[in-house]
C-alpha cells in the first residue's frame, strides 16, 4: 500500500464522515496507526524553561489545513539535523501540534474495465492508513529558540527550505526577549 499524495487531504479542511452505529463497538476506529512523530521537543530544554533565549521564533500557517504526521516528521527531522550542524547545542525546537485525527480510505478497485469504476458504499467507513494534524490559519507549527541575531538569519534560512515539506504557506513570528 503506497502513501497517498498530500493534495488528496490538505486541499479541503473537512473532518470525513464518522461512523456512528445503534451497536456502541461498531462505532470506535479498531485500529489506529501509530504516529511517525518520534520527538516533540530537542535541543537545550532546561534554558528555554529558564527563559534564557534571547530570540523566540514561532513557525505559524497561513491558512487553515491538514498536515499528515509523515510531512511533520520529515520537516522535525530537516530542522533537527541542520540546526545542530550551524548552530551546535545553544537551541531549542518543539513540535507544537499533534496528528490526532486518523485518515481513512475506501479501496477502490480500478483496472481493465476502465469504462467502469467501482462506487463503493455511500459514507464508508474505510481502513485506518495514517494520522494526520488539523491546524487553524495562524496557528504555530514549530516553535524554534536561538542566542545570537547571527543564529536568527541561519534559522531563518532554514525555515524557507521547509516550505517544500509542509502543504501550506508558513509565516515566522520573532520576540526579542531581554534576558
Do not use: W
Not at 479541503?12 to 470506535?28: C, D, L, Q
Not at 476502465?114 to 455511500?122: H, N
Not at 514549530?142 to 541575531?149: D, G, L, N, R, S
Amino acid at each position: 500500500m503506497g502513501l497517498r499524495k498530500a493534495g488528496a487531504y490538505s486541499r479541503r479542511y473537512a473532518r470525513p464522515y464518522t461512523r456512528k452505529s445503534k451497536v456502541k463497538k461498531r462505532s470506535y476506529i479498531k485500529t489506529i496507526p501509530n504516529t511517525k512523530v518520534v520527538k516533540l521537543r530537542m535541543g537545550d530544554l532546561a534554558r528555554y524553561i529558564a527563559g534564557k533565549f534571547p530570540i523566540i521564533m514561532h513557525i505559524k500557517t497561513t491558512s487553515q489545513v491538514q498536515i499528515r504526521d509523515n510531512a511533520l516528521e520529515a520537516t522535525r527531522q530537516f530542522l533537527h539535523r541542520f540546526l545542530t550542524e550551524k548552530i551546535g547545542k545553544d537551541y531549542y525546537l518543539e513540535l507544537k501540534v499533534y496528528p490526532h485525527h486518523i485518515l481513512r480510505e475506501n479501496k477502490m478497485l480500478t483496472g481493465a474495465g476502465a469504462d467502469r469504476m467501482q462506487t463503493g458504499m455511500a459514507l464508508s467507513f474505510g481502513a485506518c492508513i495514517g494520522r494526520a494534524a488539523f491546524l487553524k490559519k495562524g496557528q504555530t507549527i514549530f516553535t524554534a529558540a536561538v542566542m545570537t541575531p547571527k543564529q536568527e538569519a541561519e534559522t531563518r534560512k532554514l525555515i524557507g527550505s521547509i516550505r517544500a515539506r509542509l502543504p501550506c504557506a508558513v509565516s515566522i513570528e520573532t520576540i526579542h526577549q531581554k534576558i
